[in-house]
Protein backbone atom coordinates (compact mmCIF):
# COMPACT_ATOMS: atom_id res chain seq x y z
CA UNK A 1 0.00 0.00 0.00
CA UNK A 2 2.48 2.28 1.02
CA UNK A 3 5.04 1.66 -2.65
CA UNK A 4 2.26 2.10 -4.34
CA UNK A 5 1.47 5.57 -2.55
CA UNK A 6 5.01 6.53 -3.35
CA UNK A 7 4.61 5.42 -7.23
CA UNK A 8 1.61 7.28 -7.21
CA UNK A 9 3.25 10.23 -5.94
CA UNK A 10 6.09 10.23 -7.85
CA UNK A 11 4.26 10.05 -10.94
CA UNK A 12 2.08 12.94 -9.93
CA UNK A 13 5.64 15.13 -9.25
CA UNK A 14 7.18 13.84 -12.68
CA UNK A 15 3.76 15.54 -14.62
CA UNK A 16 4.35 18.25 -12.57
CA UNK A 17 7.87 18.50 -13.60
CA UNK A 18 7.19 17.89 -17.15
CA UNK A 19 4.18 20.59 -17.44
CA UNK A 20 6.64 22.88 -15.68
CA UNK A 21 8.85 22.16 -18.20
CA UNK A 22 6.32 23.07 -21.16
CA UNK A 23 5.76 26.24 -19.06
CA UNK A 24 8.78 27.09 -19.24
CA UNK A 25 9.78 26.41 -22.58
CA UNK A 26 6.07 28.24 -23.71
CA UNK A 27 7.34 30.70 -21.49
CA UNK A 28 10.90 31.01 -23.71
CA UNK A 29 8.82 30.51 -27.05
CA UNK A 30 6.15 33.33 -26.47
CA UNK A 31 9.23 35.56 -25.59
CA UNK A 32 11.13 34.66 -28.92
CA UNK A 33 8.04 35.04 -30.83
CA UNK A 34 6.94 38.10 -29.39
CA UNK A 35 10.81 39.22 -30.69
CA UNK A 36 10.36 37.92 -34.13
CA UNK A 37 7.38 39.45 -34.74
CA UNK A 38 8.36 42.83 -33.18
CA UNK A 39 11.90 42.98 -34.89
CA UNK A 40 10.40 41.50 -38.09
CA UNK A 41 7.73 44.45 -37.93
CA UNK A 42 10.15 46.84 -37.41
CA UNK A 43 12.36 46.15 -40.45
CA UNK A 44 9.66 46.34 -42.42
CA UNK A 45 8.67 49.39 -41.43
CA UNK A 46 12.14 50.50 -41.64
CA UNK A 47 12.46 49.41 -45.12
CA UNK A 48 9.29 50.81 -46.11
CA UNK A 49 10.70 54.28 -45.08
CA UNK A 50 13.88 53.79 -46.88
CA UNK A 51 12.31 53.35 -49.80
CA UNK A 52 10.35 56.43 -49.57
CA UNK A 53 12.97 58.54 -48.95
CA UNK A 54 14.78 56.88 -51.55
CA UNK A 55 12.25 57.79 -54.09
CA UNK A 56 11.32 61.16 -52.17
CA UNK A 57 8.07 60.38 -51.70
CA UNK A 58 5.73 60.74 -48.63
CA UNK A 59 7.83 63.49 -47.79
CA UNK A 60 5.68 65.26 -45.33
CA UNK A 61 5.93 61.86 -43.33
CA UNK A 62 9.67 62.51 -42.81
CA UNK A 63 9.41 66.17 -42.12
CA UNK A 64 6.34 65.89 -39.69
CA UNK A 65 8.74 63.19 -37.80
CA UNK A 66 11.56 65.97 -38.07
CA UNK A 67 9.08 68.99 -36.56
CA UNK A 68 8.04 66.52 -33.96
CA UNK A 69 11.70 66.08 -32.77
CA UNK A 70 12.50 69.52 -33.54
CA UNK A 71 9.92 70.81 -31.47
CA UNK A 72 10.71 68.49 -28.91
CA UNK A 73 14.33 69.87 -28.65
CA UNK A 74 13.24 73.49 -29.11
CA UNK A 75 10.55 72.96 -26.30
CA UNK A 76 13.83 71.92 -23.77
CA UNK A 77 16.15 74.48 -25.62
CA UNK A 78 13.16 77.27 -24.41
CA UNK A 79 13.08 75.68 -20.95
CA UNK A 80 16.97 76.23 -20.66
CA UNK A 81 16.62 79.71 -21.37
CA UNK A 82 13.97 80.39 -19.46
CA UNK A 83 15.62 79.36 -16.07
CA UNK A 84 18.88 81.38 -17.42
CA UNK A 85 16.64 84.30 -17.99
CA UNK A 86 14.87 83.78 -14.37
CA UNK A 87 18.18 82.99 -12.61
CA UNK A 88 19.09 86.71 -14.27
CA UNK A 89 16.55 88.11 -12.98
CA UNK A 90 16.84 86.55 -9.49
CA UNK A 91 20.66 87.91 -9.41
CA UNK A 92 21.02 88.49 -5.11
CA UNK A 93 21.20 91.56 -3.50
CA UNK A 94 24.51 90.77 -2.71
CA UNK A 95 25.90 90.92 -6.09
CA UNK A 96 23.91 93.84 -7.41
CA UNK A 97 25.31 95.67 -4.30
CA UNK A 98 28.92 94.46 -5.24
CA UNK A 99 28.87 95.31 -8.49
CA UNK A 100 27.04 99.11 -7.49
CA UNK A 101 30.22 99.36 -5.50
CA UNK A 102 32.41 98.48 -8.55
CA UNK A 103 31.49 101.32 -10.55
CA UNK A 104 31.25 103.94 -7.83
CA UNK A 105 35.07 102.93 -7.07
CA UNK A 106 35.49 103.38 -10.86
CA UNK A 107 33.76 106.18 -11.10
CA UNK A 108 35.19 108.51 -8.48
CA UNK A 109 38.66 109.65 -9.04
CA UNK A 110 41.55 107.55 -7.21
CA UNK B 1 13.18 9.08 8.25
CA UNK B 2 9.29 8.22 8.06
CA UNK B 3 7.68 7.76 4.84
CA UNK B 4 5.53 10.65 5.36
CA UNK B 5 9.17 12.92 6.29
CA UNK B 6 10.20 11.50 2.55
CA UNK B 7 7.13 12.49 0.41
CA UNK B 8 6.93 15.32 1.95
CA UNK B 9 11.36 16.01 1.35
CA UNK B 10 10.88 14.60 -2.43
CA UNK B 11 7.55 16.93 -2.89
CA UNK B 12 9.85 20.24 -1.55
CA UNK B 13 12.45 19.07 -3.87
CA UNK B 14 10.30 18.83 -6.69
CA UNK B 15 8.50 22.24 -6.09
CA UNK B 16 11.91 23.65 -6.08
CA UNK B 17 13.06 22.49 -9.42
CA UNK B 18 10.18 23.91 -10.68
CA UNK B 19 10.66 27.24 -9.53
CA UNK B 20 14.07 27.43 -10.77
CA UNK B 21 12.52 25.91 -14.09
CA UNK B 22 9.88 28.64 -14.67
CA UNK B 23 12.50 31.46 -13.13
CA UNK B 24 15.46 30.72 -15.67
CA UNK B 25 12.71 30.57 -17.93
CA UNK B 26 11.22 33.90 -17.19
CA UNK B 27 14.59 35.37 -17.02
CA UNK B 28 15.46 34.02 -20.77
CA UNK B 29 12.28 35.86 -21.86
CA UNK B 30 13.42 39.10 -20.32
CA UNK B 31 16.52 38.50 -21.59
CA UNK B 32 15.23 38.14 -25.36
CA UNK B 33 12.98 41.47 -24.54
CA UNK B 34 16.10 43.34 -23.55
CA UNK B 35 18.05 41.92 -26.52
CA UNK B 36 15.04 43.13 -28.70
CA UNK B 37 14.14 46.39 -27.29
CA UNK B 38 18.27 47.13 -28.11
CA UNK B 39 17.69 45.58 -31.49
CA UNK B 40 14.84 47.80 -32.25
CA UNK B 41 16.68 51.00 -31.10
CA UNK B 42 19.37 49.96 -33.24
CA UNK B 43 16.82 49.48 -36.51
CA UNK B 44 15.07 52.88 -35.89
CA UNK B 45 18.85 54.62 -35.66
CA UNK B 46 19.98 53.24 -38.49
CA UNK B 47 17.22 54.20 -40.35
CA UNK B 48 17.05 57.47 -39.21
CA UNK B 49 20.68 57.77 -39.82
CA UNK B 50 20.01 56.50 -43.31
CA UNK B 51 16.97 58.88 -44.15
CA UNK B 52 18.86 61.41 -42.55
CA UNK B 53 21.71 60.92 -45.55
CA UNK B 54 19.08 61.11 -48.36
CA UNK B 55 17.22 63.95 -46.62
CA UNK B 56 19.48 65.37 -44.73
CA UNK B 57 19.32 69.07 -46.02
CA UNK B 58 15.01 68.99 -45.59
CA UNK B 59 15.46 67.74 -42.37
CA UNK B 60 18.34 69.91 -41.51
CA UNK B 61 16.16 72.93 -42.53
CA UNK B 62 13.10 71.77 -40.51
CA UNK B 63 15.61 71.74 -37.28
CA UNK B 64 17.36 74.92 -37.92
CA UNK B 65 14.01 76.47 -38.69
CA UNK B 66 12.18 75.16 -35.26
CA UNK B 67 15.48 74.91 -33.07
CA UNK B 68 17.04 77.93 -34.51
CA UNK B 69 14.56 80.15 -33.73
CA UNK B 70 13.49 78.87 -30.21
CA UNK B 71 17.69 79.10 -29.89
CA UNK B 72 17.36 82.83 -31.40
CA UNK B 73 14.39 84.03 -29.26
CA UNK B 74 15.87 82.62 -26.09
CA UNK B 75 19.18 84.37 -26.63
CA UNK B 76 17.15 87.58 -27.04
CA UNK B 77 15.15 86.87 -23.90
CA UNK B 78 18.34 86.22 -22.19
CA UNK B 79 19.80 89.04 -23.68
CA UNK B 80 16.95 91.98 -22.55
CA UNK B 81 17.24 90.18 -19.12
CA UNK B 82 20.98 90.95 -18.66
CA UNK B 83 20.58 94.30 -20.38
CA UNK B 84 17.68 95.64 -17.76
CA UNK B 85 19.87 93.84 -14.55
CA UNK B 86 22.63 96.12 -15.57
CA UNK B 87 20.98 98.57 -16.16
CA UNK B 88 18.97 98.48 -12.93
CA UNK B 89 22.89 98.25 -11.97
CA UNK B 90 24.05 101.78 -13.28
CA UNK B 91 20.53 103.23 -12.04
CA UNK B 92 21.60 102.24 -8.61
CA UNK B 93 25.18 103.80 -9.25
CA UNK B 94 23.93 107.06 -9.96
CA UNK B 95 21.64 107.41 -6.94
CA UNK B 96 24.54 106.01 -4.85
CA UNK B 97 26.40 108.68 -6.63
CA UNK B 98 24.03 111.58 -5.81
CA UNK B 99 24.29 110.27 -2.30
CA UNK B 100 28.09 110.90 -2.74
CA UNK B 101 27.41 114.13 -3.65
CA UNK B 102 25.38 115.19 -1.01
CA UNK B 103 27.52 113.14 1.40
CA UNK B 104 31.02 114.47 3.91
CA UNK B 105 33.49 113.05 1.83
CA UNK B 106 32.11 115.20 -1.83
CA UNK B 107 34.08 118.04 -1.20
CA UNK B 108 37.03 116.16 -1.05
CA UNK B 109 35.84 114.19 -4.72
CA UNK B 110 35.43 117.75 -6.23
CA UNK B 111 38.93 118.77 -5.12
CA UNK B 112 40.31 115.57 -6.96
CA UNK B 113 38.21 115.87 -10.00
CA UNK B 114 39.21 119.78 -10.18
CA UNK B 115 42.78 118.76 -9.82
CA UNK B 116 42.98 115.71 -12.25
CA UNK B 117 41.52 117.64 -15.28
CA UNK B 118 43.51 120.90 -14.21
CA UNK B 119 46.94 118.60 -14.92
CA UNK B 120 45.44 116.66 -17.62
CA UNK B 121 45.02 119.95 -19.64
CA UNK B 122 48.24 121.23 -18.75
CA UNK B 123 48.10 124.97 -19.23
CA UNK B 124 45.71 127.89 -18.03
CA UNK B 125 42.37 127.00 -17.95
CA UNK B 126 38.65 127.93 -16.17
CA UNK B 127 37.01 125.31 -13.94
CA UNK B 128 33.56 125.36 -14.45
CA UNK B 129 31.07 124.06 -11.50
CA UNK B 130 27.77 124.07 -10.48
CA UNK B 131 27.27 127.91 -8.37
CA UNK B 132 27.89 126.21 -4.39
CA UNK B 133 31.37 123.89 -5.91
CA UNK B 134 32.15 126.72 -7.73
CA UNK B 135 32.27 128.75 -4.18
CA UNK B 136 34.28 126.11 -2.95
CA UNK B 137 36.59 125.49 -5.21
CA UNK B 138 37.63 129.10 -4.64
CA UNK B 139 38.24 128.86 -1.00
CA UNK B 140 40.50 125.56 -2.12
CA UNK B 141 42.64 127.39 -4.51
CA UNK B 142 46.11 126.96 -3.03
CA UNK B 143 45.09 122.78 -2.92
CA UNK B 144 44.48 123.06 -6.73
CA UNK B 145 47.37 122.54 -9.08
CA UNK B 146 50.17 125.12 -9.45
CA UNK B 147 52.10 126.22 -12.79
CA UNK B 148 49.05 127.48 -14.49
CA UNK B 149 46.79 130.44 -14.23
CA UNK B 150 43.08 128.54 -13.08
CA UNK B 151 40.20 130.41 -12.99
CA UNK B 152 36.63 129.43 -10.89
CA UNK B 153 33.59 129.97 -12.70
CA UNK B 154 30.15 129.15 -12.22
CA UNK B 155 28.54 127.12 -15.17
CA UNK B 156 25.84 128.03 -17.50
CA UNK B 157 25.33 124.35 -17.77
CA UNK B 158 23.35 122.03 -14.77
CA UNK B 159 26.45 120.07 -13.66
CA UNK B 160 25.45 118.28 -10.47
CA UNK B 161 28.65 117.58 -9.61
CA UNK B 162 32.35 118.04 -11.01
CA UNK B 163 33.36 119.92 -13.11
CA UNK B 164 34.27 120.86 -16.59
CA UNK B 165 37.86 122.54 -17.60
CA UNK B 166 38.35 124.40 -20.86
CA UNK B 167 41.67 126.10 -21.62
CA UNK B 168 41.78 130.09 -22.09
CA UNK B 169 41.00 130.53 -25.71
CA UNK B 170 38.27 127.70 -25.34
CA UNK B 171 39.66 124.75 -27.95
CA UNK B 172 39.91 122.07 -25.00
CA UNK B 173 37.37 121.30 -22.56
CA UNK B 174 37.64 118.13 -20.36
CA UNK B 175 34.20 116.87 -18.86
CA UNK B 176 35.26 115.64 -15.70
CA UNK B 177 31.44 115.70 -14.02
CA UNK B 178 30.09 112.58 -12.23
CA UNK B 179 27.50 112.16 -14.97
CA UNK B 180 30.10 111.82 -17.84
CA UNK B 181 32.68 109.69 -15.34
CA UNK B 182 29.40 107.37 -15.14
CA UNK B 183 28.59 107.57 -18.41
CA UNK B 184 31.70 106.78 -19.49
CA UNK B 185 31.70 104.19 -17.10
CA UNK B 186 28.77 102.53 -18.47
CA UNK B 187 30.70 101.79 -21.74
CA UNK B 188 33.79 100.64 -20.52
CA UNK B 189 32.47 98.68 -17.74
CA UNK B 190 29.62 96.89 -18.90
CA UNK B 191 31.57 93.36 -19.24
CA UNK B 192 33.08 93.56 -15.74
CA UNK B 193 29.35 94.51 -14.56
CA UNK B 194 28.00 91.70 -16.06
CA UNK B 195 30.25 89.28 -14.87
CA UNK B 196 30.31 90.61 -11.15
CA UNK B 197 26.52 89.77 -11.61
CA UNK B 198 27.52 86.72 -12.91
CA UNK B 199 24.94 87.40 -16.09
CA UNK B 200 27.71 86.89 -18.95
Known amino acids: MEMKNILGLSERLTALIEKAESEAQEIVSKAQRRSETSLAEARKEADRRRLLAQRRTGLEEFLAESEAEAEKEAKKVTKDYTKRVEEIKNTSEAKIKEAVEYIIQEVLPK | ?200
Open chain 2, 1 to 200: MSNEQMENKLIDKTIEQRNKMLEKANSEAATIESRTKAELKRIKDQTNQAIENILGGEIRAVHDRIVGGAQLQGRKLVMEARTEIISNVFEEAQEDLMKVIEGPKYKEVLVKLASESITKLDEDCIVYANKEDAKYLKSEMENLPIGHKVKIEESKEDILGGVTVVNMDGTKTIYNTLERRLKAARGRLISEVAEKLGVI
